[in-house]
């Protein structure tokens, strides 16, 4: 029943800030810098969640394929290649990097 507790507290909340995020006056969501934010703020996370993931094991740093892979997706991005370039390069470098 506790999991059931967990479940329905959560769908409130994320309700709740559903709604919060609804009542905020349009006055202040047009400000310039509310506006620079909010276009930031999804790169942010991105580069965030993709650090975590590439770079950490639980509590340790780890450099391992997926580093590579991550290294060879950005060299793509600075030659400009198109996005599923970047992703086939990344798959095929960390596959080697395992390989070896």
Same mark, same amino acid.
């Given at each position: 029943? %506790? %999991?059931?507790i967990?479940?329905?507290?959560? $769908? $409130?909340?994320?309700?709740?800030?559903?709604? #919060? *995020?609804?009542?905020?006056? $349009? *006055?202040? +969501?047009?400000?310039?810098l509310v506006? =620079?934010? /909010? !276009? +930031? #703020?999804?790169?942010? +996370?991105?580069?965030?969640?993709?650090?975590q993931? %590439?770079?950490?094991?639980?509590?340790?740093?780890? #450099?391992? !394929?997926r580093?590579?892979?991550? *290294?060879a !997706? $950005?060299?793509? +991005?600075?030659? =400009?290649?198109?996005f599923?370039?970047?992703?086939?390069?990344?798959?095929?470098?960390? /596959?080697?990097?395992?390989?070896?």
């Amino acid at each position: 029943m %506790t %999991t059931w507790i967990a479940i329905g507290v959560t $769908a $409130a909340g994320c309700y709740l800030v559903k709604l #919060l *995020g609804l009542s905020v006056p $349009a *006055g202040v +969501l047009e400000r310039p810098l509310v506006r =620079r934010l /909010a !276009a +930031l #703020l999804p790169v942010a +996370l991105l580069a965030a969640l993709t650090a975590q993931q %590439t770079f950490a094991d639980g509590r340790d740093l780890l #450099l391992d !394929a997926r580093a590579a892979g991550l *290294g060879a !997706a $950005a060299l793509a +991005l600075v030659f =400009r290649a198109p996005f599923l370039v970047v992703v086939a390069v990344a798959v095929a470098v960390t /596959a080697g990097v395992r390989a070896l």
